[in-house]
């Protein structure tokens, strides 16, 4: 059975025990609870956050985080990623992240989550944003990018919401 790839992208920067930082650690856990495999940029922040809540699920096996990395250096990798894929193309990473994806989370973020996102609404990946993240995913949510697709950018409040999000817009 092929699994969900589910992207998380966001800060690349939190402060460690932030009730941001707890509350991408439970989705992290919750995600492979419900058997879900997750993707990101592989450093720190939202990366190591969602990384490290899924290692604390019962149902975690090895090889259920990937880090696509925007260096050749795989040293740079946060310690709760599993498969390291090393590009050599820093930003432009971001792409193969996105078109991995089966869904794309978004957590707060810059201007590197916003082109994540961008990418996210040219591919047709259903996007959901948590908006009390702040960041783009903030800004986000709710809206639509351009008139494109019908759907919007879906809003989250938090982690919870997001698994249920998911689940409607996988069946």
């Known amino acids: 059975m092929v699994k969900v790839q589910v992207a998380v992208i966001g800060f690349g920067d939190i402060a460690e025990n932030s009730d941001l930082s707890k509350m991408t650690e439970k989705l992290g856990q919750l995600l492979i609870d419900n058997d879900y495999r997750i993707l990101c ?3 720190g ?3 190591s956050s969602i990384c490290k809540g899924a290692k604390e699920s019962s ?3 090895e090889g259920m985080t990937v880090g696509i990395l925007p260096s050749l250096d795989t040293s740079s990798t946060n310690p709760y990623i599993d498969i ?3 590009t050599g193309m820093s930003y432009s990473r971001n792409q193969i992240i996105i078109a991995s994806s089966d869904i794309v989370i978004s957590i707060g973020g810059g201007a590197g989550t916003l082109s994540e996102i961008a990418f996210a609404w040219q591919m047709n990946k259903k996007i959901i944003s948590i908006s009390t993240s702040g960041g783009w995913s903030d800004k986000l949510a709710g809206e639509k990018i351009d008139n494109k697709r019908l759907d919007v950018i879906y809003e989250a409040k938090n982690e919870e919401e997001v698994i249920s999000l ?3 817009l996988l069946s």
């Open 59 to 61: 149902n975690y096996k």
């Open 41 to 43: 940029g592989g450093l």
């Open 84 to 86: 390291k894929i090393a």
């Open 45 to 47: 922040g939202v990366m």
């Open 166 to 168: 998911i689940s409607q």
